[in-house]
């Protein structure tokens, strides 16, 4: 039939996003801030709320590229949090490290280790779905937490373990933190934007919609999945390590939190679950919120209720997340310039979708 | 003689992990949604039966007249408000909305009690029963007939009356129920409202039980959750069984090997049930090509 | 010359037998109908053709290999493409992203680069304009209609390129003016060397595009043949009218 009569002169669609130079600016302006900001806040206790922030960057950027992208909501990567930090408190007293600059080794070492720990992992809790998958991620916490309590020799159990701090002046004890927390929190950003637009990445979004459509497209899920879980781990097991060196000790019940994995997709869906830089900015305002309330109200128990209101009201009035809010309003902006274009063009309805 | 003792305890303290496992899971049934936040409200329940206790010297099973009503109404509140509205993507949404809803909880009880210990107290408390050498705390065996009663109850209400009829019909297709007159709005707000209500009962079991504060919702919510996942989500029938079954296990455990590695054992089981069957002990096989 | 045969497959569910013995080929380059009454199992068929569902017994076989124990992305991989009764498509994903998840690639390495790659985003053009879906590219696939949806599900697995698309009743919900593009659609690809198979109820159409027509009932084949031959058979009209009352329980 009429094959070639639309072939020849479609219009090429719209764009609906955000143009780049807007996007590209605001990430620039972002980073820029990001690498200033303690040393124009040079005040410690600003700057250890930056440092928390930073490990919280990496770690919601890790989780959403299983995540977000899958769309299984895993509420048990404190795991992977946890094996980062016992792993820097165990290793960091086996190898006798001083404490000083040469303690960051430790991180590619518990990324590795965390990477390690997820292949058994991932692939025993992903074979299950949905909130079978959610409930299972969070019995697997509960288990190392378990573990972590009851393996005494190693772990020191709810005597918890000390990892030893340097005696860096005050002042500039936070610097090095901070940066390398960004450094980490830099790679996994563009870990995931890498991921975001490769093939890799399509297959994983193609998961979320609908897992076994995907399959029967020849997207091999279950690889697909674990690779995925694997590379969220590792970042996860960096931020566990840095976060054990900053406070100085592990304990079973804040290495292995459900607190933490609550924290984590709240400020996930708050930026806007599955997209790139939405988790992140989830992150780096809910973070420093939750650590400003911390220090100025003490109890953690305040912070709970703010936490699981800010959450409903989030869910209720953004359930997308700002990000997506944010297209969602330009797309609408831009779908009303050309309709008036249109109406300018020709008199009468802009109807063209009628030829099937 | 240890072993039976602990097989017995296993089964009365599994009575009430059972009433509240088949709370969760007709919530899930009508729903789909995972009600998070039963751990947050059976302790609520707890510290509401605590309070009335104390205030006005009653039996905390009669406080159960008092605070039933008020989560029952609780859980009407939270599905309009909070479970209604949500439109997309139902089964995360409500499950992050209720986790949310258990945050919140946690904190108003952590401020208004503190986070110290209690325990609610009756005259009977230390109380125990004797049969031959077995020795069993009295609370434990009030507090599992009453579960049963309940179970009783709940299984009347769903396969004997009109409420029920919609209820399984809502259960097993909600489009369809919608299309033949059932308001399953109305079913899952009365649904939930009884789910929750229940949570009042259990809380005043586990509080009479047990010494708790608002972080011991964890512990209730990860056990019931590896239940209700076991038994397969959405069986009523399930969820009985293999409470009783997990909370014997993990006595005996604890009393042949130590108890430490009792709850280690609870969690492992369920690791090990999954990988040989993903849909739990007694569930549909969920997923199909079609 | 048999393309993509099935070999005495049973499969039951529970207490259903949905298939017993059931032996069918497709012959390579043809247009083949596959009708049978509710719960002949036809569906299943597919099921198991795909790597769905593994069989109890028997054996499919595809181009001479056995890939009865294949999964679902393998068969894809190996050329058979299939649509679904309700159409899976990515809601969430733009038409242009659903189209390009079905383009295959080799090797691990090359799944870390771009998805859109020049080469892959003509392509992914050209099946959407073959469908007329071109103009709404960039929507999200989940705004479109069902009929919509139906091309697109066509268009991505047109992509790949498959040598066999099953297409479980393409005409299901479809407006007549769509169908007949659909069909227009599905000679065209057969004249460049697709073979089908198509599950439909739609009998008009059934008898109007294909070239071989086979018969399912209680779970085995019936009878094959030229549409004119099937539509007088009246074992035909006896598996439809006959018995399907006592099956409906």
Redesign the interface.
Known sequence: MSTDITTSQRPTPPSYEVPKVYRYGALIVGFFALVIFPLVFNNPTISTIGVFAMIFLMAVTGWNIFSGYT?Y?A?GHAVFFGIGQYATAMLSSYWHINPGMWTFVLIPVSMILAGIAAIPIGF?IL??????F???T???M??FQ??A??LRSWTGGSQGLEVGQPGWDGSVFNLPYYYVGLFVAIIAIITSFMIRRSKFGLSLLAIRDDE?RARSLGINTTRSKLIAFIISAVFLGAAGCIYAMFVGSVYPQFSFD??FD?EL??MA?AGGLGTILGPSLGALIISAAQQYFLISFG???????????L??VI??LL?GGVVPAISDKWRSHVVRKEQRKLDAEIQGPAEGGAKK | MLVLQAIIEGVLVGGFYALMAAGLTLV?GVMDI?NFAIGALIVLGAYLSYSVCNHLHIDPFLSLLITTPLMTGLGMFIYVF?IK?????R???S???M??????????L??CYN?GFVQIHASYINNSLKIGKLNFPLIYVLSFLLSVFLLGCLFLITYRTKFGRSLRASMQNPVAARLVGIDTDRVSMITLGIGIGLAAIGGMVFGTTNAFN?SSS?DII?RL??I??LGG?GSVGGALVSAIFMLVIQDVVAVVWSP??G??TF??I??LV??VR?Q?LFGKK????? | MTLLGVNNISKSYGGIQALRECTMNFQEGAINGLIGPNGSGK?TLF?VM?G??TPDSGTVTFRGNDITNAT?DEVFASGIGRT???TRIFPRLTVIENVHIAAQRQGFLAQLRQWSQPDERARALESLDFVGLTKLSREPAGSLSYGQQKLLEFAFIMVAEPKVMLLDEPAGGVNPTLLKHLGGRIKELNKSGVTFIIVEHDMEFVMGICDQVSVMHQGHALLEGKPDIVRNDPAVLEAYLGTDMSEAE
């Open positions: 769309g909501i509420l025993m074979r299950v779905r949905k909130h079978t959610i409930v299972l969070i019995a697997l509960f288990i378990l573990f309590y009851n076994d459900p607190a609550l997709s709240i869906f109890g953690a128990n305040v912070f709970l209720i703010v936490y699981g209101a959450f409903i869910l209720r359930p | 899930f995972v909070l509205p949500i439109k997309t993507n089964v995360v949404m499950l992050l909305t986790f949310a809803v258990a945050t919140l909880i946690e904190g108003i952590d401020i986070s608002a964890y990860s959750l590896v209700v996942i989500f430490v590695w709850s280690t969690y492992m369920l690791i999954l990988l993903p739990g969920g997923v199909r090509a079609q | 569906t099921n795909t769905y569902e679902p679904f009764q309700l």
